[in-house]
């Protein structure tokens, strides 16, 4: 059973920078895409980025586009959030997810899509 865990998140100041890290454990071989979600308080879970398995091909939200970097240490089997010029409207906690099936990137942006999921990491940003 693939297990996911993510790291980093944090308190940092707006216009700051934050580096997630989701570690995933069991049954790693079989992974695909690989996404990054995130949930503010009274907010639905939304899409912020995936990646597939060879690392090519990403995708971004709008939201995080020029900002947010998604990469991945397949040997390592570790998938990374890099977040620059943070902003208080990111505040949210970051959920990491996979899926073993290999989905067209231009899916990946829909949670269903995702066979597991991590317990997530709080990000706050402060003004």
């Known amino acids: 059973q693939v297990q996911l865990v993510e790291f980093g998140g944090g308190l940092v100041q707006a216009g700051g920078s934050l580096r997630l890290s989701c570690a995933a454990s069991?049954?790693?071989?079989?992974?695909?895409?690989m996404g990054w979600f995130r949930q503010a308080p009274g907010k639905e879970r939304e899409f912020v980025a995936s990646?597939?398995?060879?690392?090519?091909?990403?995708s971004y939200a709008d939201s995080g586009k020029g900002r947010f970097t998604v990469s991945r240490d397949n040997a390592n089997n570790r998938v990374y959030l890099q977040m620059n010029g943070l902003k208080p409207e990111d505040t949210a906690v970051y959920y990491c997810?996979?899926?073993?099936?290999?989905?067209?990137?231009?899916?990946?942006?829909?949670?269903?899509?995702?066979?597991?999921w991590g317990q997530g990491t709080q990000v706050t940003v402060s003004t």
């Open positions: 997810a996979a899926t073993a099936k290999d989905y067209w990137l231009g899916f990946s942006s829909s949670q269903d899509r995702y066979d597991y």
């Open positions: 069991g049954g790693t071989l079989s992974l695909q895409i």
């Open positions: 990646i597939t398995r060879s690392g090519i091909g990403s």
